[in-house]
């Protein structure tokens, strides 16, 4: 019987529904066990900027998919990471031989608020081979497959191609749905989670009407926070600096004497020098991408941003409390092999 | 480089320390003593350092102090992001090319101002006021 999956008895064993999420930028799944948000690895990547495992408002959308997979009475999903299409090939005809009726696939490049068992429903109702989910911008990265799609693929040896949904009904998802890796709609994503726009609430202490603090932020006391803002754990936040309004300084960054963050991200681990103006913008260590005259700038020559190195202690501690505050233990990671291989794929119990 | 109402400073992409010294000194040097708005032009400076943005803070400092009028041209997206970070582009207009900056209204004015020639002494302060107006339109 195949781990980990529902599974429907019929003479032979075959499996309803497997669950797979990918995260795209070809991460070493196994450095996420425990500590989820790798910024350097981000600071690394020229584009995009920043990961899809950044944390918005110190929420990780991983989390909400995999809750959203967890609703749908599935006790485990399967996380891959694209490096090498090969881990996908492989992975996909291990579902293939386990029987596996249906798999859903998502690709991490979303938030959206769906209800997955409505997707199921229509995918019954339509019989299509492939489902796709859009909304009024195109592909929100979630599909159905049924064996029919993937099988054939498997069966006929080719390289690792996600089928298409071949102009088939596609599900047409009219709910919130933002695509995180655009810093536009991001930064939308923030505003929303701030004003109650959206399902996703900032993770943090609400002190006042629309202002959150993480566990351990420090400010001084000329700061100036201007809601909606949210202020992430252990970040300390130098007198004289203002930060909002719509604004996110995510966790354990610096924001220096007198500098001014509004209508902006600063993503973890980011230092700003004193005396700034970030506006309208996403800032990752030493880059800061300007959403008003949409330009990516690097700030490390000029020293007025950079990357702030991080305890390997302090960061595990964080997010491994994180993961337990959050989920309530419910879900555990998979086991990881022993080499030090990277690790294309990992299974997580839900 | 000078034009009839202007005085333009191109501003060079990169130098060594030596230079950048003698630049410093040129660029207050020319906010001192120029009598007319100073263009400083990063057009062929793709991207600026902090030896960059310190001088323009000390060029920006030294023009504030001396109501002499400074204009950037930024010359790309990249510095003008990096200019209106670093706040200097609150206190300094800043534009595209040397064109827009030449155009600009205020610049235009400054440069009338600085050429005017100075107000006709009266003992009735109405009068005086009167002849500071006609100068500055008979430029």
Known sequence: MPNGFRVVQKGQCTVELGAVVVVPGGRDLGAIQGTQFCARQASENSRPLYSSRLPILGNDVLQSWIERVRKLGLQNLWLISPTDENAIWSRLRGFAQQGVERLLMITL?????????????????????????????????????????????????????????????????????????????????????????????????????????????????????????????????????????????????????????????????????????????????????????????????????????????????????????????????????????????????? | MKTEAHTILPFPCESSSASRRALRKGFLATLRISGRPVIVDLSDCSTLNHDDIDLLLDCVAHATGRDTELLLVAGSRVNRVLLEVTRISTVVPVFNSVEEAVAHPNSVKSAKEQIAPPPIATENAEDQRTSQFQGLWSA
């Not at chain 1, 199921?120 to 929100?140: C, I, K, S, W, Y």
């Not at chain 1, 020559?301 to 419910?330: C, M, Q, V």
């Open chain 1, 109 to 350: 490049k979303s938030y959206a608020e769906m209800d997955l068992a409505d997707l199921l429903r229509f995918h019954h109702e339509t019989r299509n081979p492939v489902t796709e989910a859009l909304d009024a911008q195109g592909q929100l990265g979630v599909r159905l497959l049924d064996h029919r799609a993937f099988h054939g693929t498997c069966e006929n040896n080719e390289s690792f191609r996600v089928p298409d949904n071949g102009g088939q009904t596609p599900y047409q998802f009219r709910g919130y749905a933002k695509r995180i890796l655009s810093a536009k709609e991001r930064q939308e994503l923030v505003g929303d989670a701030l004003t109650g726009a959206c399902a996703m609430r900032p993770f943090g202490k609400q002190i006042r009407e629309q202002v959150w603090i993480g566990e351990g932020a420090q400010l001084a006391d000329s700061v100036r926070v201007i809601g909606p803002t949210y202020i992430g754990a252990r970040t300390v936040v130098r007198a004289g600096a203002t930060i909002g309004p719509f604004a996110s300084v995510e966790h354990d960054c610096v924001v220096d004497c007198g500098t001014i963050v509004e209508r902006s991200t600063v993503l973890p681990y980011t230092y700003l020098a004193p005396g700034l103006l970030i506006r309208h913008g996403l800032v990752d260590g030493g880059r800061l991408e300007d959403l008003s005259w949409e330009t990516v700038v690097d700030l490390q020559p000029t020293g007025l941003g950079s990357r702030i190195r991080r305890g390997e202690s302090r960061r595990k501690t964080f997010r491994e409390n994180d993961n337990s505050s959050r989920t309530g233990g419910a879900f555990v990671w998979g086991s990881r092999p022993s080499s030090g291989a990277p690790q294309p794929w990992m299974q997580v119990q839900l």
